[in-house]
């Protein structure tokens, strides 16, 4: 029989041990957590643990439940992005790279976990073939790419995508045309309308080697330089020197996300001496109230009284002019004729000076005799979501038939003009519209 000492030692022993199993097992999903966070950083953002706290900070979106899709355009003018020796990556190879990484680190996934398609055809791989002659494809159906995209948006089963192309198009369409419609569909979409989604175009113009194609004038090649597809003239044309030519990503997903990967893309461009330029296509024109006040003239057939309150002594009409203090924020703005909050104020004539809207108005005395404004003066404002021009201005082209056209793209400037959210569409439908354009906007 054991002493009392022993049982004593025993019984310490064995809550010990069950103290130490509980514990564990309250600290192993925080030690499983961290690993996995660890690991995924390292993934993602290719770096050593020590590394981690260099990283640029992920975005507070919350982890997605859905998929993520990234296609890529492997049509036969794609591969003119590659050089013919594949000796050094290529600006695109780099850039989807690139991609990969601030996807991921926005999405909060690793990019692993990516689902990757190249088109036509809607082929899953692995990893993108980065050799030329993986740019095979004799068509460009960039409409069903965004098709499928928005039926998996509108479902649940993807969080985010992402299309890669030149926007050339290969069938019947020509230029971005053939994808113009079907944003146009998505743009209408709750998701997108409601802020949740965004539609971003990020634009790249990336050094152009020209393709390989049948047509016997692209055999002879000089100096690893291919031929170009000419979509008006509809033949191969050979390159006389080295080009650029503009690749385009179009992001849909997390507003926020969005935009912070797109700006991030070209930020890491420019840092290469690469062009570029991105526009979020689903900014919504938003109402923003101006506070103001009017300079009654004397002898009008008003009574002023408490600073900016008034009322009429006669049925007349009676000249105002109005000031407001404008934002500097850079947007341009859509004003109607009848968007002031006193009654029968309407403008005739509208002035940008300095930050200052000076606006020429015409008050009809005749409705509010007897009950004059007792509110201060208010003036509703349309802001407009960033001009295109702005941003995209030198990077469209209504033909392509020389060798000059090609750092441009057809149509873009139509693309993106149907595939945004029209002001009036949220200004209401009026010819009694004044636009207040300012020079320099920002995103």
């Known amino acids: 029989m054991k002493s009392k000492s022993t049982l004593a030692r025993y019984s310490i022993g064995f809550g010990a041990f069950v103290f130490a199993v509980l514990l564990f097992r309250l600290i192993k999903p925080s030690i499983d957590n961290s690993k996995t966070t660890v690991g995924r950083l390292s993934v993602v953002l290719g770096l050593k643990l020590t590394d981690v706290v260099l990283a640029a900070p992920q975005s507070a979106a919350a982890p997605t439940s859905g998929s993520i899709e990234v296609r890529l355009d492997h049509s036969q003018p794609m591969g003119g992005y590659l050089s013919a020796s594949g000796a050094d990556a290529s600006e695109l190879q780099r850039l989807m790279t ?30 993108f073939n980065w050799m030329r002659k993986a740019f095979d494809g004799t068509e460009s159906p960039l409409e069903l790419q965004m098709s499928e995209i928005q039926t998996g948006m509108i479902n649940g089963q993807l969080s985010a995508a992402v299309v890669g192309s030149d926007l050339v198009g290969t069938g019947a369409l020509v230029g971005s045309n053939a994808l113009g419609q079907q944003l146009r569909t998505l743009l209408a979409t709750e998701r997108i309308r409601s802020g949740q989604t965004a539609l971003v175009l990020a634009g ?30 509809r033949q191969w044309k050979p390159l006389e020197r080295p080009a650029v030519r503009p690749f385009y990503l179009v992001l849909l997903g997390p507003k926020d996300a969005m935009r912070a990967v797109a700006e991030r893309l070209v930020l890491a461009a420019n840092q290469r001496k690469l062009e570029a330029e991105w ?47 404008m934002p500097a924020d850079g947007y341009s703005y859509l004003i109607k004729k009848h968007s002031f909050n006193w009654p029968s104020l309407e403008i005739a004539r509208v002035q940008l000076a300095d930050n200052k809207l000076s606006i020429d108005a015409k008050l009809d005395c005749t409705g509010i005799l007897n009950s004059p404004p007792k509110e201060d003066l208010k003036l509703s404002a349309i802001v407009l979501p960033i001009n295109a021009k702005k941003h ?33 569409e949220i200004a209401g439908q009026s010819s009694s519209i004044l636009k207040v354009e300012r020079k320099n906007a920002a995103h």
Request: with cysteine; hydrophobic share 40%.
């Open 98 to 127: 690139v991609l990969d990484g601030e996807f991921a680190n926005q999405m909060q996934v690793a990019s692993a976990q990516f689902e990757r398609l190249r088109f036509p055809g809607a082929l899953r791989v692995t990893e």
């Open 204 to 233: 790249f113009r990336l050094p152009y080697f020209g393709v390989a194609a049948r047509a016997p004038q692209c055999q002879r090649l000089r100096g690893n330089l291919g031929c170009w597809l000419s979509e008006n003239g």
């Open 279 to 325: 526009l979020d296509l689903s900014e919504i024109p938003r109402e923003r109230i101006l506070s103001g006040h009017c300079a009654i003239p004397p002898e009008q057939g008003l009574r002023l009284y408490n600073d900016h309150n008034f009322e009429c002594l006669r049925k007349t009409i009676i000249p105002l002019n109005c000031t407001f203090a």
């Open 392 to 424: 995209f201005g030198d990077w469209s082209t209504s033909t392509d038939f020389d060798e000059t056209d090609i750092s441009r793209t057809l149509g873009l400037e139509q693309f993106i003009s149907s595939a945004t959210i029209a002001p009036l």
